[in-house]
Antibody, heavy 116, light 107 residues
Framework: QVQLQQGGAGLLKPSETLSLTCVVY????????WNWIRQPPGKELEWIAE???????NYKTSLKSRVTISKDTSKRQFSLRLTSVTAADTAVYYC??????????WGQGTMVTVSS | SYELTQPPSVSVSPGQTARITCSGD??????AYWYQQKPGQAPVLVIY???ERPSGIPERFSGSSSGTTVTLTISAVQAEDEADYFC??????????FGTGTKVTVL
């Protein structure tokens, strides 16, 4: 039974750095791409970034200058770092497993609010 | 930037068929995926690679593709199918995009 468990701070001030971690329980960590996806309140999903077991990463073009995705294979976890947050970054952030071009397993989601 | 367009809402009576479309210029070259999202929950993959159904997803969910439009069909709709549905695909730069979302209401 594969489970993705998210952790990280949910309330930030403008200009601060968002940091989230996702721990993968069960299944293979090496055979998949690992992703971060967000969803502003009442809006559509937005893919942010992915990373594979060898560290190859890929980013949404419009966020690339502020985003870093990283992994720690020994801990079976991957992380998201988003700098200089604004109110526009307020969203539920999900971690997800990439498989065959889609996302077949998701974390529970973390609501991140940016407010002064 | 690349966009996937869905109708905002679809209403259907129990037992009837719901069809949700997703349009995008790159869909003839890229696979589409469909997700169901209920309030306060993470999305669930219901269709992958245009037409394939993951294990555990009811057979009443099916997908099809024709040109620049893909369609999610829910046959014999049940009350539990009321949710938001999102399509997803890839663009030419190997990044991923989601559709605008469709709210399915079971009357």
């Amino acid at each position: 039974q594969v489970q993705l468990q998210q952790g990280g701070a949910g309330l930030l001030k403008p200009s601060e750095t968002l940091s989230l971690t996702c721990v993968v329980y069960g299944g293979s960590f090496s055979d998949f791409y690992w992703n971060w996806i967000r969803q502003p309140p009442g809006k559509e999903l937005e893919w942010i970034a992915e990373i594979n077991h060898s560290g190859r990463s890929n980013y949404k073009t419009s966020l690339k200058s502020r985003v870093t995705i990283s992994k720690d294979t020994s801990k079976r976890q991957f992380s998201l770092r988003l700098t200089s947050v604004t109110a526009a970054d307020t969203a539920v952030y999900y971690c997800a497993r990439g498989h065959d071009g889609g996302f077949d397993m998701w974390g529970q989601g973390t609501m991140v609010t940016v407010s002064s | 930037s690349y966009e996937l367009t869905q109708p905002p809402s679809v209403s259907v009576s129990p037992g009837q068929t719901a069809r949700i479309t997703c349009s995008g210029d790159a869909l003839p070259q890229q696979y589409a995926y469909w997700y169901q999202q209920k309030p306060g929950q993470a999305p669930v993959l219901v269709i992958y690679k245009d037409t394939e159904r993951p294990s555990g997803i009811p057979e009443r969910f099916s997908g099809s593709s024709s040109g620049t439009t893909v369609t999610l069909t829910i046959s014999a709709v049940q009350a539990e199918d009321e949710a938001d549905y999102f399509c997803q695909s890839a663009d030419s730069s190997d990044t991923y995009v989601f559709g605008t979302g469709t709210k399915v209401t079971v009357l």
